[in-house]
């Protein structure tokens, strides 16, 4: 049987997961095609600056939910049985206070906050933080064992899996989408392309989705090590600046975050708001220096990454543009880690439908 050809356009965790699961099927012959791959830095590529980690923000009953649920699974397994994944576990605690009630940060937390969240009973360890043990200003806490992915050596781990199963990668630049399925230099035509563009996805020629937003996330990354990660519900300097701290697996240093600037496309530094971030986790996680000042903080990096936020949340859904099919995966926001292995299997099932039954579509 002739295989399919297929483009996946897009090497963030979106793409790369997107082609790894659609690569274990039969009956494929994948082509990932990127203007970023891993290794690259840039704003508009918002995988590299992730945490990354797992701490669910969708809402119970959700089809987000149901993506957050069987992600779980994919990373909890990860974590356990493929360390060259660079996936580890971590304890994670999550406080809350009154005060940042209708904040951008506690909006986007609701149900992370919320008192009885539907993922405590997936996540290992979930138990509330007695009273007497919270930090000043802090009314209510949770904790649970978690992940914490080395973003550095989860995405070539994704390629390196994907590269095992045949799949080819290119360097590409679309203007629009129709010029990827044709995809001449790539070795197209081809029978699908999967759309898994991010926030880019709002100027990519054919798809310009317009519900598309940056949420602007600024990071310090250090050498520092932080026992567990710890994220509160908002800070005293901003509705839109957010603080958390964790530690990445295998030497990756400590992610220091951070801020939620939703319209936002500064992909400069800002070092004010640099200064904020250090002074905030030093003060929430007293253990990365001992309890001293930021200038023990030993900086690796400062970096800004562009969350791809769509309002009415991920597109995975197939459509029709001009005689092409199409299966797009972009606009999880905060979440493309922690829901990239439901996303992936969902865009999976529409390829093989679209492609059994591409007439209906
Ligand atoms: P991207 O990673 O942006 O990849 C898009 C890809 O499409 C790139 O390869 C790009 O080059 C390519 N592309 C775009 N347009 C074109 C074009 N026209 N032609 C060719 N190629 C194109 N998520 C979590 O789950 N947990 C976390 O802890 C977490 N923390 C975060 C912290 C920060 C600071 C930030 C910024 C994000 C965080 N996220 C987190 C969110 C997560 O990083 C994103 O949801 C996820 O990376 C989006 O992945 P993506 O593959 O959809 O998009």
């Known amino acids: 049987m002739t295989k399919k050809r297929i483009v996946v356009i897009g090497a963030g965790v979106a793409g790369l997961t997107t082609a790894l699961l659609l690569s274990e099927r039969s009956g494929y012959r994948i082509t990932v095609a990127a203007k970023h791959?891993?290794?690259?830095?840039?704003?508009?590529?918002?995988?590299?600056?992730?945490?990354?980690?797992?701490?669910p923000v969708s809402i119970r009953g959700s089809m987000a939910a149901e993506w957050d649920?069987?992600?779980?699974?994919?990373?909890?397994?990860?974590?356990?049985?493929?360390?060259?994944?660079?996936?580890?576990?971590?304890?994670?605690?999550?406080?809350?206070?009154?005060k940042d009630n209708g904040s951008a940060t506690a909006d986007w937390f609701s149900e992370l906050l919320a008192p009885n969240p539907w993922f405590k009973d997936i996540v290992p360890n979930f138990r509330d933080i007695t009273q007497d043990t919270l930090i000043a200003g802090v009314e209510s806490a949770k904790s649970f064992t978690s992940v914490c992915i080395n973003t550095a050596i989860y995405l070539p781990w994704l390629v390196s899996q994907c590269l095992k199963n045949s799949v080819t990668f290119r360097r590409a630049n679309f203007k629009h989408i129709l010029e990827a399925s044709k995809g001449i230099q790539l070795g197209g035509p081809f029978d699908l392309v999967v759309n898994c563009t991010g926030l880019m996805a709002s100027q990519l020629g054919g798809v310009e989705d317009k519900s598309l937003v940056p949420a602007r996330g600024q990071i310090v990354v250090v050498s520092n090590n932080a026992s567990k990660m710890i994220s509160i519900s908002g800070t005293d300097d901003g509705d839109d600046e957010a603080c958390y701290v964790m530690t990445r697996a295998a030497g990756?240093?400590?992610?220091?975050?951070?801020?939620?600037?939703?319209?936002?496309?500064?992909?400069?530094?800002?070092?004010?708001?640099?200064?904020?971030?250090?002074?905030?986790?030093?003060e929430l996680c007293p253990d990365l220096t001992g309890g001293k000042g930021i200038e023990h903080l030993d900086v690796i990096r400062h970096g800004v990454g562009?969350?791809?936020v769509r309002e009415g949340g991920t597109r995975v859904e197939k459509e029709r543009i001009g005689d092409t099919l199409v299966v797009h995966n972009y606009g999880a926001g905060g979440a493309g880690y922690q829901s990239s292995f439901g996303c992936a299997q969902t865009a999976v099932d529409l390829i093989e439908e679209a492609l059994g039954t591409g007439a209906k579509l």
């Open 306 to 308: 562009l969350r791809p």
């Open 69 to 98: 649920k069987k992600t779980w699974a994919w990373l909890l397994d990860l974590a356990m049985n493929r360390p060259e994944s660079g996936v580890h576990l971590q304890e994670c605690e999550i406080y809350s206070r009154a």
């Open 37 to 55: 791959m891993p290794g690259d830095y840039d704003a508009e590529y918002a995988s590299p600056w992730a945490g990354a980690n797992y701490m």
């Open 252 to 282: 990756g240093g400590t992610v220091l975050g951070g801020s939620y600037q939703k319209g936002n496309w500064d992909p400069q530094v800002d070092p004010n708001l640099a200064v904020r971030i250090m002074k905030r986790a030093v």
